[in-house]
């Protein structure tokens, strides 16, 4: 790969969870297909940085609740002693079996990775910029842009050893004694969980005027309760106007409603959404077109105005979630490759790992209503469930959106332990254009949380079981 | 006021196009003529220039949608005046809601009603069969879109009613009808005008294992044209051999004194001049007959398609007036429209308005073919590959370059002699070249 340029069908752009999706795709539809990445291992910001990561400890923190809560049980153990090395590298070891297995996929495939930072020339190339090696040309005949996204940053906020981003906070630098989380998004919810587990006094700052903004506020109420009681306090419609060092801390100045004018803490952590990395690629050589946020406009079949170059995942737009990467790189592949794909999902999961989960998929009444479409809603709570009752977790709630006249399922809503696992059930029902009858005529298993989703379905025809009859 | 650009008139009775591709997108700085949109109409794809420049506020348009004459694609913000509000900076988390299904990331206007109820497996089907979903009536619970209700869609258009017999076992044969591009957007389902009823085709499948592929864009309307040619004209073919040895000299003798920079004086350009004296001395063979009122029209002017092998598919550019023109223009002419039809920049104007067409297979070899007439012209002229042959002239065996010819006609308009007569003509002309000059 040295002065002569090396020809491919097919050049990815990335080798997180879009790009190893498309490049392995692609190579298996016959393509002789090139991944690029900078990292220099396979699996993006989601194994190394983020949803892998983040899960590992999210499940520590949940063992550590877990232990806290067996108390009312009856079963008492002692207070958690957390070994933040240790912590770490049993992550890692996580994290480097995943990537070492997505390395030996990628070889068994004959799919050439390239380790370094690609740009787009004019002539449909990419130039790979590489640490310990020349830079590397590559023609190809289609490329897919698959380079995701980063932290995004506040002015005045610039991530250091003060102020961590969600990279940073990942790797467990310190436990400090208070944290003060900024941005109440679901990035910002779980790493604060795992801090509060770990130990720190967790404050939230959320510049709107509820946690987890667009998400269906009767899921949110329940992970809010308890929030508020794992966490010193979740400071709503309030803005962070200042920060500076005093001492051994940190000085903060807070407008908003009902928030202090100062809150002292010993650390930062920013965690105000993400944004797209799609600037210093060299689009400007080609065709593709961004929008004003910095993702690039794609089709239905996730190709740019650039006929030549696709463009998928956190790069070409929200939801900015690893599965829905993944789904759009199938299409790319599949549309090199000239097969009729296409990006057309009625569902795409999303889940927040907190306790308890919120996981949704589908419309929301409100979302249904703005389209005109007649919707009901319907809700189970948790009580209803007797395996939620049994594991001390009756705060739950089941809701489906159901199409009123055809009784077509269009939406699903969960909160609760396991509701990002319930979902899989819901997303498929949505998918496959599934009737509330459907639902209700399918057995679930007793006593699992999944007998909520078909006692939600029998509610909307009008007969549930472990509820009283609707009235009327 | 903010200025629109709408679908401009397309001509030759095009009254609609479809929206391929959208090239900007909205808050793009524009300048004026930079193509805007890709469009594919009955003729061809061609890429529209915006008439002004600026910055685009709106794209009212997308992939894949049909559009009228007259349809407003794009509007322009003033000069100076703001496009679209710039998301503020803040401290919230770009945590989504629910993202509308199948939204395109920068979709404009939020969507509205539901897609329809169908499976993921379903909707496969549906984009190999080229069904648009929103146009199937489901007849599952909820409306459900099942396979069969797909095939039946498919089966409607352009097959025999028998065969749209929902739950018929075999796919019907409309299959080879558009599905969405593989390169490209999702096309709207449309039937493949066939103007005679098809038996449904047996379910290959049963046999061993088959693929399909869908027919678009070019090739979708190349098979819709040509059927319709060869199910409407009567086609006879009439063949002959021109002895072409003078005429390749003299070719390539100019070639050579042509010097840098000309076009390549290819076998076509001289083949473009006989024919274009050939029809004018022939009125019959450069018109078209009139279904409406039982007439012929004979044409004063004399614009030859020359058939171009592209990428996409068969496409015949027009060289405009051949007759007034001399062949190193021609030549000239030829080889940019021939280099813009491969190139996929061809032109409306490039490809209507011929009269006749010259289609060369030559490089392909073969001793000949029977080409079918592009309609609504009456006459095509296919040429085979020029061979060294053994010819008897003056009693003695010489070998002589020899162009194998093939006429068709529409045998409604021109008869068998009037056939026989053209072909020699142009025999005649190619074997004494120097008349090309003479009489073109």
Known sequence: MGELPREADVVVLGGGPGGYAAAFRAADLGLDTVLVEARGALGGECLHVGCIPSKALLGIAGLIHDAAGATDAGVTFGPARVDAAKLRAWTQRSIDRLAQGLAALAKARGVDVVVGHGRFEGDGSVRVAREDAPPATLRFKHAIVATGSRPATLPGLEPGSRVWDSTAALTLPATPARLLVVGGGYIGLELGSVYAALGSEVTVVELLDGILPGVDRDLVAPLARRLGKRFKQILLGTKLTAMREAGSALAVELVGEGAPAHVEVDQLLLAVGRRPLTDDLGLEHTRAARDTRGFIVVDAQRRTADPRIFAIGDAAGEPMLAHKAMAEGLVAAETIAGHPAAFEPLAIPAVVFTDPEIAWCGLTEAEARTRGVEARAVKVPWTASGRAVAMGRPDGLTKLVFEAASGRLLGVGLVGPHAGDLLAEGALAVEMGAVAEDLAGTIHTHPTLSETLGEAAELFLGHPIHLPPPRG | ?440
């Open chain 2, 1 to 440: 006021m903010a200025r629109e650009f709408k679908l401009p008139d397309l001509g030759e009775g095009l009254t609609e196009a479809e929206i391929v591709r959208v090239l900007v997108a909205e808050g793009d700085e524009i300048k004026e003529d930079q193509a805007v949109l890709l469009v594919e109409t009955e003729k061809a794809q061609v890429e529209l220039p915006s008439p002004f420049g600026g910055r685009v506020a709106t794209v009212h348009v997308q992939a894949g949608q049909r559009v009228k004459v007259g349809a407003v694609l794009l509007s322009f913000a003033d000069a100076g005046g703001a496009v679209r509000s710039v998301t503020p900076p803040s401290g919230a988390p770009a945590r989504p809601a629910a993202p509308p299904p199948g939204a395109p990331a920068s979709a404009a206007a939020p969507p509205t009603g539901l897609p329809s109820a169908a499976t993921p497996a379903t909707r496969r089907l549906a984009r190999e069969l080229g069904v648009d979903l929103a146009r199937v009536p489901g007849t599952g619970p909820g409306g459900r879109i099942s396979d069969e209700d797909v095939r039946a869609a498919a089966g409607a258009r352009g097959a025999a009613p028998a065969a749209a017999k929902p739950g018929a076992p075999a796919p019907p044969s409309s299959s080879v009808a558009s599905t969405p591009a593989p390169a490209g957007p999702v096309e709207a389902a449309r039937p493949l005008a066939v103007p005679i009823a098809l038996p449904p085709l047996p379910r290959f499948e049963q046999w061993g294992p088959v693929e399909r592929e869908p027919l678009r864009g070019i090739r979708r309307r190349s098979a819709e044209h040509l059927s319709l040619a060869w199910a409407v004209i009567p086609h006879v073919t009439q063949h002959d051999l021109a002895d072409v040895t003078e005429l390749e000299t003299m070719r390539r003798r100019h070639q050579k004194r042509g010097g840098e920079g000309s076009a390549e004086l290819t076998l076509t350009v001289f083949l473009l001049k006989a024919a274009a004296i050939a029809l004018r001395a022939h009125p019959r063979f450069n018109a078209s007959l009139d279904h409406a009122t039982g007439e012929l029209v004979l044409k004063r002017y004399y614009n030859i398609g020359v058939a171009v092998d592209t990428d996409q598919g068969l496409v015949v550019p027009v060289v405009r007036g051949v007759e007034g023109k001399g062949i190193r223009d021609l030549a000239a002419e030829l080889a940019q429209l021939v280099t813009r039809t491969r190139e996929g920049k061809a032109t409306l104007e490039d490809l209507r308005g011929g009269t006749f067409t010259v289609t060369n297979t030559g490089a392909l070899g073969g001793t000949g073919a029977t080409p079918i007439i592009n309609h609504p012209e009456v006459a095509i002229l296919g040429v085979g590959r020029a061979r060294q042959t053994p010819v008897v002239r003056d009693g003695q065996i010489v070998p002589r370059l020899v162009l194998p010819l093939s006429l068709a006609f529409d045998h409604r308009v021109i008869d068998g002699m009037e056939a026989a007569r053209f072909s020699t003509e142009l025999v005649g002309l190619l074997e004494a070249p120097e008349r090309l000059f003479l009489e073109g």
